[in-house]
């Protein structure tokens, strides 16, 4: 075991209290000539949080210092929350002053206030481990001997100051990357430097360009990484085939988007008897090609994710990788993980499952819209082209009614809010925002998908070897009491809300009541800002919204870093029986980095795709500058309210544009209400507004409202 393993595990087992180094010294028997070498393994796992030493020299784990580790996420109006590593922890609110000079995404360790009772827990930064914004992307502002770079990510809340020598070529309102050259703190702004200049104010593509470089996004793959897909053989080898179930002849097929060329997933299923079926969900085997630690591998942890934006992906994987050798192409041999269910109908239950590596050959690749056309369009066209599969596909759909009111049954929060994708012309300018589907195709692959990942996740828990779950904390008290204040407003009740206890069974049954009204987007939302965020992690507290006691995700590996770690390590247990200890001890130190990692990578690349749609938007809103819409209020503040328009295009009607009267803001009722008239705006309202700005620099719509 390393020095480091033996140190943290003396202080997770056997310290019983704090110990001075010199007390360290002796406990480990640390000679004269080593200790300088020891000395430096606990300033590394000093940096990374895992111990903590006081102002008074004495070291220990930080928890049992009452201190918190995690990663800030930034409000724009200045205040913070800690994101804590242990998902049982709750979010820690932080005031502007008790950050200490951490940034957002910035990873910490906080120390718990004493708060009012009621109120959520307060902390204050007392260690930076890891700054998260080595660059950043604003505008630049010159005022002479100096600037300032005003971010583009409001998050970052502080300027940066630039001195005039370290301009390089740009100007005044040129959009700029700037590296931090002196961290912020209490009372300093932080000190860059000007590195690149991505363009000046106007410039066509500069939005998105911009974007992708505050995000701090990958760009193209290095020729390294290239060379290391490129040298891959195509071929499988003879005697991989032969430590493989051979599926080849089992017919499966791909249902996917239109566009989608990175096939993660081949469906197959088989009619047992009349009252049992077999599902196969079978994956690409990533991890054949990506061995762990190798340069494609590094580069693969390093992104985390595939990112898609408006106008292009990022993927986590070379194209001869993601497109290519992996993707589960018709009618071409892929290697695959797959994981066999078998079903039985009536009363409908599991009744068994075998994971097993395989080698597939797709029959088809279908589309959604396709599988639409068949199943709930009747096209016989269709039906007839694929008519040696056609039958399978309504047995799939019969398999997903059961997988469906199973999810039902145990109370699953199943959201149908409406995503929208923006269509692009040549030029990349927005012409359309379309509502994409969410019909029984997808819904199809997504039960399966889910399946699978509890399949996967339950094996691995009861076999008691390390792993990387997908977890889902039960909500935060104190926000669930706030939201079922919120929906009084509308006359619904949360079933044990008022308490702050909440089943995930009550709030699917709330959606089901605002489901077709003018609120349910609304509610859907507020519901969401009330609910825990998803992370990875390798302690299993089970999945909240799915109502399930295990989950992972195993179903992406071409696209998600979480998942090709999951089958390193289910290949593993189905190879040798169980992890060596030596394995086992290995995946326990690094698991807890990845966890974080991935599901900081995750949230990164969630941001961007949002951010990429959201500028879009905007862009697309331009041409309506003028025009009259109905919308639904979907926030409301001291300065405005929020309305959302059919579209799900959102913008702002700001309180100094509403003249008939003095409105005040009553924030326990999320109101504004005129003075004289009594005239309320409130959540959830139907408005009609004028589109009067809309400002692609700034990313912001603003209307007014029509007078009747």
């Given at each position: 075991?390393?020095?480091?393993?033996?140190?943290?595990?003396?202080?997770?087992?056997?310290?019983?209290?704090?110990?001075?180094?010199?007390?360290?010294?002796q406990?480990?028997?640390?000679?004269?000539?080593q200790?300088?070498?020891?000395?430096?393994?606990?300033?590394?796992?000093?940096?990374?949080?895992?111990?903590?030493?006081?102002?008074?020299?004495?070291?220990?784990?930080?928890?049992?210092?009452?201190?918190?580790?995690?990663?800030?996420?930034?409000?724009?109006?200045?205040?913070?929350?800690?994101?804590?590593?242990?998902?049982?922890?709750?979010?820690?609110?932080?005031?502007?002053?008790?950050?200490?000079?951490?940034?957002?995404?910035?990873?910490?360790?906080?120390?718990?206030?004493?708060?009012?009772?009621?109120k959520?827990?307060?902390?204050?930064?007392?260690?930076?481990?890891?700054?998260a914004?080595?660059?950043?992307?604003?505008?630049?502002?010159?005022?002479?001997?100096?600037?300032?770079?005003?971010?583009?990510?409001?998050?970052?809340?502080?300027?940066?100051?630039?001195?005039?020598?370290?301009?390089?070529?740009?100007?005044?309102?040129?959009?700029?990357?700037?590296?931090?050259?002196?961290?912020?703190?209490?009372?300093?702004?932080?000190?860059?430097?000007?590195?690149?200049?991505i363009?000046?104010?106007?410039?066509?593509?500069?939005d998105?360009?911009?974007?992708?470089?505050?995000?701090?996004?990958?760009?193209?793959?290095?020729?390294?990484?290239?060379?290391?897909?490129?040298?891959?053989?195509?071929?499988?080898?003879?005697?991989?085939?032969?430590?493989?179930?051979?599926?080849?002849?089992?017919?499966?097929?791909?249902?996917?988007?239109?566009?989608?060329?990175?096939?993660?997933?081949?469906?197959?299923?088989?009619?047992?008897?009349?009252?049992?079926?077999?599902?196969?969900?079978?994956?690409?085997?990533?991890?054949?090609?990506?061995?762990?630690?190798?340069?494609?591998?590094?580069?693969?942890?390093?992104?985390?994710?595939?990112?898609?934006?408006?106008?292009?992906?990022?993927?986590?994987?070379?194209?001869?990788?993601?497109?290519?050798l992996?993707?589960?192409?018709?009618?071409?041999?892929?290697?695959?993980?797959?994981?066999?269910?078998?079903?039985?109908?009536?009363?409908?239950?599991?009744?068994?499952?075998?994971?097993?590596?395989?080698?597939?050959?797709?029959?088809?690749?279908?589309?959604?819209?396709?599988?639409?056309?068949?199943?709930?369009?009747?096209?016989?066209?269709?039906?007839?082209?694929?008519?040696?599969f056609?039958?399978?596909?309504?047995t799939?759909?019969?398999?997903?009614?059961?997988?469906?009111?199973?999810?039902?049954?145990?109370?699953?929060?199943?959201?149908?809010?409406?995503?929208?994708?923006?269509?692009?012309?040549?030029?990349?300018?927005?012409?359309e925002?379309?509502?994409?589907?969410?019909?029984?195709?997808?819904?199809?692959?997504?039960?399966?998908?889910?399946?699978?990942?509890?399949?996967?996740?339950?094996?691995?828990?009861?076999?008691?070897?390390?792993?990387?779950?997908?977890?889902?904390d039960?909500?935060?008290?104190?926000?669930?009491?706030?939201?079922?204040?919120?929906?009084?407003?509308?006359?619904?009740?949360?079933?044990?809300?008022?308490?702050?206890?909440?089943?995930?069974?009550?709030?699917?049954?709330?959606?089901?009541?605002?489901?077709?009204?003018?609120?349910?987007?609304?509610?859907e939302?507020?519901?969401?800002?009330?609910?825990?965020?998803?992370?990875?992690?390798?302690?299993?507290?089970?999945?909240?919204?799915?109502?399930?006691?295990?989950?992972?995700?195993?179903?992406?590996?071409?696209?998600?870093?979480?998942?090709?770690?999951?089958?390193?390590?289910?290949?593993?247990?189905?190879?040798?029986?169980?992890?060596?200890?030596?394995?086992?001890?290995?995946?326990?130190?690094?698991?807890?980095?990845?966890?974080?990692?991935?599901?900081?990578?995750?949230?990164?690349?969630?941001?961007?795709?949002r951010?990429?749609?959201?500028?879009?938007?905007v862009?697309?809103?331009?041409?309506?500058?003028?025009?009259?819409?109905?919308?639904?209020?979907?926030?409301?503040?001291?300065?405005?309210?929020?309305?959302?328009?059919?579209?799900?295009?959102?913008?702002?009607?700001?309180?100094?544009?509403?003249?008939?009267?003095?409105?005040?803001?009553?924030?326990?009722?999320?109101?504004?209400?005129?003075e004289?008239?009594?005239?309320?705006?409130?959540?959830?309202?139907?408005v009609?507004?004028?589109?009067?700005?809309?400002?692609?620099?700034?990313?912001?719509?603003?209307?007014?409202?029509?007078?009747?």
């Amino acid at each position: 075991m390393s020095a480091r393993n033996q140190i943290q595990q003396f202080f997770q087992q056997k310290a019983d209290r704090p110990l001075k180094l010199s007390e360290l010294y002796q406990h480990f028997d640390i000679a004269q000539d080593q200790r300088k070498h020891f000395k430096k393994v606990l300033q590394e796992l000093e940096k990374a949080g895992e111990i903590y030493c006081n102002k008074r020299g004495y070291y220990g784990i930080p928890q049992k210092f009452g201190l918190f580790r995690g990663r800030i996420e930034r409000n724009p109006r200045g205040f913070a929350f800690l994101l804590p590593d242990d998902p049982q922890i709750e979010d820690v609110f932080i005031t502007s002053e008790n950050l200490q000079g951490a940034m957002h995404n910035d990873k910490v360790l906080v120390r718990p206030l004493p708060d009012s009772k009621g109120k959520r827990r307060a902390g204050e930064v007392v260690r930076i481990l890891e700054r998260a914004n080595k660059t950043i992307v604003g505008e630049l502002d010159h005022y002479g001997s100096y600037g300032f770079v005003i971010p583009d990510n409001k998050r970052i809340y502080k300027d940066v100051f630039v001195p005039s020598d370290k301009f390089g070529q740009a100007h005044s309102e040129d959009k700029v990357v700037v590296r931090i050259t002196r961290w912020p703190e209490r009372d300093r702004s932080p000190e860059g430097k000007i590195i690149e200049v991505i363009g000046s104010k106007g410039d066509k593509g500069l939005d998105l360009e911009a974007m992708i470089r505050r995000l701090q996004l990958p760009q193209d793959f290095s020729p390294e990484v290239k060379d290391a897909a490129a040298r891959l053989p195509a071929e499988i080898p003879a005697e991989e085939i032969t430590r493989r179930e051979d599926l080849r002849d089992l017919p499966l097929v791909t249902i996917d988007g239109e566009d989608a060329k990175d096939f993660d997933d081949a469906v197959s299923i088989q009619r047992l008897d009349e009252n049992r079926v077999r599902l196969g969900v079978h994956i690409a085997d990533v991890s054949y090609y990506v061995r762990e630690g190798d340069i494609l591998d590094q580069e693969a942890y390093r992104r985390g994710t595939s990112i898609y934006l408006v106008d292009r992906v990022i993927p986590m994987l070379p194209e001869r990788l993601s497109n290519n050798l992996c993707s589960l192409r018709p009618r071409e041999d892929r290697l695959a993980v797959t994981v066999f269910i078998d079903y039985q109908l009536e009363p409908f239950e599991k009744l068994d499952y075998h994971i097993t590596p395989s080698i597939i050959n797709s029959n088809y690749r279908l589309t959604y819209n396709e599988v639409r056309e068949m199943l709930e369009h009747d096209n016989k066209e269709l039906q007839e082209q694929y008519a040696d599969f056609y039958p399978r596909l309504e047995t799939m759909a019969e398999l997903h009614d059961n997988l469906r009111s199973g999810r039902h049954l145990r109370g699953t929060i199943d959201f149908d809010m409406p995503e929208v994708e923006v269509v692009l012309d040549e030029e990349g300018v927005p012409i359309e925002l379309q509502k994409r589907p969410h019909g029984l195709p997808e819904q199809i692959i997504e039960e399966f998908m889910i399946a699978a990942n509890r399949v996967i996740a339950e094996h691995v828990y009861w076999q008691e070897e390390p792993f990387i779950y997908r977890v889902h904390d039960k909500p935060d008290p104190e926000r669930i009491k706030t939201f079922n204040e919120f929906i009084h407003n509308f006359g619904y009740h949360l079933k044990g809300g008022h308490n702050g206890e909440v089943h995930p069974g009550a709030l699917q049954q709330l959606l089901e009541k605002v489901a077709g009204t003018d609120r349910e987007n609304i509610v859907e939302s507020m519901m969401l800002r009330s609910l825990s965020k998803a992370i990875y992690s390798p302690v299993n507290i089970g999945h909240f919204g799915l109502s399930l006691d295990y989950y992972c995700h195993f179903t992406s590996p071409i696209r998600r870093y979480p998942d090709l770690v999951a089958h390193r390590i289910i290949k593993e247990i189905i190879a040798r029986g169980k992890l060596s200890a030596g394995r086992r001890q290995e995946l326990e130190n690094t698991l807890p980095e990845t966890a974080d990692h991935c599901s900081l990578q995750e949230r990164q690349a969630m941001e961007a795709e949002r951010d990429s749609v959201e500028l879009k938007k905007v862009e697309y809103m331009q041409q309506f500058v003028g025009e009259e819409f109905t919308g639904i209020i979907n926030g409301v503040t001291g300065f405005g309210f929020f309305v959302q328009l059919e579209n799900t295009a959102e913008g702002l009607v700001h309180v100094e544009d509403l003249t008939d009267d003095y409105y005040q803001y009553r924030e326990d009722q999320q109101i504004l209400i005129g003075e004289r008239t009594k005239n309320i705006y409130r959540l959830g309202d139907k408005v009609e507004v004028k589109l009067v700005r809309a400002s692609v620099e700034e990313r912001k719509l603003d209307f007014i409202v029509v007078d009747d």
